[in-house]
């Protein structure tokens, strides 16, 4: 079964079959590689058969032949990128905060429906592209940081209370996945992943309703806005478990060191989407619609 998450369902397979998060676990009959998708390729270990006392000397006496020598994805390296993925994003969104007026969100609506296009290309594009993730990060970024101010000028630091619960979902997810309380099962993901189709649908239906007749389904105001904002934020820390898992899998099977990117965007996406639940559950919370 393909990965349920777009941006870990192109090149480097994140699939899912039984059990947990993993990449493609259907071998090939016949395979002396069994369930690696990497399989026949420079990241796959090739089957041995008896080596000789001078390929035996070469071998222990040799360089070790880490993820750098092999390039293998590893952790730090999907720190690296994430980090390099939100500093761009916290960058752009400095330059709109100090450089736009708050109440000119022109620029904001442009570059956040052109990030909106460059997300769904980078998420379907077959091969990593860290200048479109760079791309997506800037973007994504400008509209946020304009959107923040302008929220920020109306009710002063709640910018600073969504990145602080930003942070905490992030590590209580991180935490709870580590250890074992959270399990990315079959079901599990099935009934996430049902949950947020119904609920971007909802959100489609009353951004119709809005556009077309002028009002609303209190969907972002009173106490079924806060209902929705929790399940919002709710649907992020699923996200996020699928994201752990997915780069957890991804390195134990010797995904290629370029897959550290894909990861980071998904992470990047993930965050995106808590923090901007974040910010208008709390601006609900504050008396703000």
């Known amino acids: ?28 009959a016949g ?9 026949g390729t420079q990241y796959a270990q090739q089957p041995q058969g008896p080596m000789t006392d001078e390929q035996l000397y070469e ?19 999907v720190v690296a990128r994430t980090a390099m993925t939100l500093l761009t994003l916290v960058a752009a969104g400095a330059v709109a905060w100090f450089a736009l007026p708050f109440e000119n969100y022109g620029f904001a609506i442009a570059a956040s429906l052109v990030a909106m296009v460059i997300g769904v290309v980078a998420s379907f594009k077959r091969t990593v592209s860290p200048p479109l993730i760079l791309t997506y990060a800037a973007l994504q970024g400008f509209a946020m940081g304009a959107w923040s101010h302008a929220l920020n000028t109306m009710l ?7 990145v602080l619960g930003t942070a905490a979902v992030f590590a209580a997810m991180l935490f709870a996945y580590k250890s074992g309380r959270i399990r990315v099962t079959p079901r599990y993901t099935r009934i996430g992943i049902a949950v947020a189709m119904g609920f971007v649908l909802l959100m489609l239906v009353n951004l119709v309703a809005s556009l077309a007749f002028g009002a609303e389904m209190g969907l972002r105001s009173g106490p079924l806005g806060i209902v929705v904002g929790l399940v919002g ?26 897959e550290s ?5 998904g992470l990047t996406l993930s965050l995106v989407w ?16």
């Open 261 to 265: 990117w894909r990861a980071a965007f």
């Open 156 to 162: 002063n630091g709640i910018v600073i209370q969504a």
């Open 59 to 77: 071998l222990y006496n040799g360089p070790s032949a880490g993820p750098a020598a092999t390039g293998r994805m590893t952790l730090d390296d």
């Open 1 to 28: 079964m393909r990965s349920s998450n777009p941006v870990f369902s192109r090149e480097g397979s994140f699939t899912r079959d039984s059990g947990y998060a993993g990449f493609g676990n259907t071998a090939q």
């Open 274 to 289: 808590i923090y901007m639940e974040m910010l208008r559950l709390i601006a609900i919370l504050r008396g703000d619609d």
């Open 31 to 39: 395979s002396p590689y069994g369930n690696n998708p990497y399989a």
């Open 233 to 258: 934020i709710g649907l992020g820390a699923f996200f996020l478990s699928l994201d752990f898992a997915e780069i957890e899998t991804a390195i134990a099977q010797g995904a290629p060191q370029r």
